[in-house]
Nanobody, 123 residues
Framework: VQLQASGGGLVQAGGSLRLSCAAS????????MAWFRQAPGKEREFVAG????????YYADSVKGRFTISRDNVKNTVYLQMNSLKTAEAAVYYC?????????????????WGQGTLVTVSS
């Protein structure tokens, strides 16, 4: 079972990136999914989550209105569209599959994690 995150890179402040997380080895169509991020010297934090069918989404207050999480259960892929990026949002972004159909802000509620994709935001 593998979650493969991709789409990170270098972007200027104010720019946009779209992250993808492709699952292989099993389907996660019944699981909530989420994106977390970890900046250097900081703890990993919840960014966005989506329920099993995409019917509900959840966001950290800091990214509301700028980030959008979505999923395609046919492709077994989750996306994170990030707009108006800030320099402080440079981090390694991780996707994760929740134990339940609804995502959580707590890391302990996730069983499978992707390897992370690096987002660098320049000023």
């Amino acid at each position: 079972v593998q979650l493969q995150a991709s789409g990170g890179g270098l972007v200027q402040a104010g720019g946009s990136l779209r992250l993808s997380c492709a699952a292989s080895g099993r389907t996660f169509s019944n699981n909530g999914m989420a994106w977390f991020r970890q900046a250097p010297g900081k703890e990993r934090e919840f960014v966005a989550g989506i329920t099993w069918n995409g019917g509900n989404t959840y966001y950290a207050d800091s990214v509301k209105g700028r980030f959008t999480i979505s999923r395609d259960n046919v492709k077994n892929t989750v996306y994170l569209q990030m707009n108006s990026l800030k320099t402080a949002e440079a981090a390694v972004y991780y996707c994760a599959a929740a134990l339940r159909a609804v995502p959580s802000t707590h890391e302990a509620e996730y069983r499978y994690w992707g390897q992370g994709t690096l987002v660098t935001v320049s000023s």
